[in-house]
């Protein structure tokens, strides 16, 4: 059977030696995918550390690997697709788009910005999208790819993003919804789009999916 790579939390860009830019991710998607699919299948969770702790507190038995920052979320997903070029990917983690740049005298990440500044000015620069490399590294993965639009988005639109998304990755899945309302009207796309009123019932269909997928 095919192994499985899931991405969960948060990654941390650092603005300096201890601040660092993030997103709120707590994990959970990920977790209950893992949990389900574990007994029968070879599974690696790359995570946050939040989702770790939370994860070894839960007692979970498959294998977790932390990650801290976007580049090294990526050279890590990049090494275990490497290792495993016909395995799934189920990238659920809150990617984050931008990170400091440091050709400037306030993108030093080795020291702390000073306190008591009347203001401070950072200058960013976009991530790599990681998930646009995905197929890249190995057009025989299987991956699954999340999308989560801005609050007030409608149906049509959710669907004209996730599409977009599946285009532009090549993702075989994509599971997308809205923020505000995560729980309710949760779209999959596949080869066609379907509708699920729960995400608990969006939940089920993805992991059976890929109980299928080999």
């Excluded at 300096?16 to 007994?39: F, H, M, N, V, W």
């Excluded at 070029?85 to 984050?96: C, E, K, L, R, T």
């Excluded at 801005?150 to 899945?173: H, I, M, V, Y």
Aim: with cysteine; proline share 5%; charged share 25%.
């Amino acid at each position: 059977m095919r192994p499985i790579l899931i991405t969960s939390g948060a990654t941390r860009n650092p603005i300096d030696a201890i601040r660092y830019l993030s997103a709120q991710a707590g994990g959970s998607t990920a977790i209950r995918i893992a949990s389900c699919l574990e007994p029968e299948r070879n599974i690696t969770l790359l995570a946050s550390r939040e989702v770790a702790l939370r994860g070894a507190g839960e007692g979970i038995t498959f294998r977790c690997e932390e990650f801290s920052s976007t580049r090294d979320l990526m050279t890590r997903m990049k090494g275990w697709i490497e290792r495993n070029p016909g395995g799934i990917v189920v990238h659920s983690a809150a990617v984050g788009d931008y990170e400091i740049a440091t050709d400037t005298p306030d993108g030093n990440l080795e020291t702390k910005i000073p306190s008591g500044q009347a203001e401070w000015v950072l200058r960013l620069r976009p991530t790599p999208k990681i998930l646009d490399h995905l197929k890249s590294w190995s057009p025989d993965l299987f991956v699954v790819s999340f999308k989560a639009a801005a609050p007030g988005t409608d149906d049509e639109e959710l669907l004209a993003r996730a599409r977009a998304q599946q285009e532009r990755t090549n993702s075989d899945l994509v599971l997308a919804n809205v923020l505000g309302r995560l729980t309710s009207r949760v779209l999959i796309l596949g080869e066609k789009p379907t509708w699920f009123e729960t995400r608990e019932a969006a939940l089920a269909t993805l992991i059976e999916t890929i109980r299928e997928t080999g």
